[in-house]
């Protein structure tokens, strides 16, 4: 039973690579796509949008967060 939840699961994150190789889907919806955020904004939408605006040439640091002190 335990090698068999091991082998779906190992199927299933095959496949999401597949879909994100092949550019069906993206790495932040396949595997971010459930998390949510203390502020209850979905973890996708948090890192694309950061992710966009260090591609744009923007401010990507809020990913950063305050660091140590």
């Known amino acids: 039973m335990e090698r068999e939840r091991w082998r779906a699961v190992l199927l299933l994150i095959k496949s ?3 879909i994100v190789r092949i ?3 993206s ?3 396949e595997f971010m796509a459930d998390l949510v955020l203390p502020s209850g904004q979905r973890a996708e939408a948090f ?10 040439g ?3 640091s809020p990913m950063l967060g305050e660091g140590e002190k």
């Open 58 to 60: 923007g401010d990507a």
């Open 16 to 18: 999401k690579l597949e």
């Open 23 to 25: 550019g069906l889907s």
């Open 47 to 56: 890192f694309a949008e950061a992710i966009r605006r260090g591609l744009e």
């Open 27 to 29: 790495v932040e919806r």
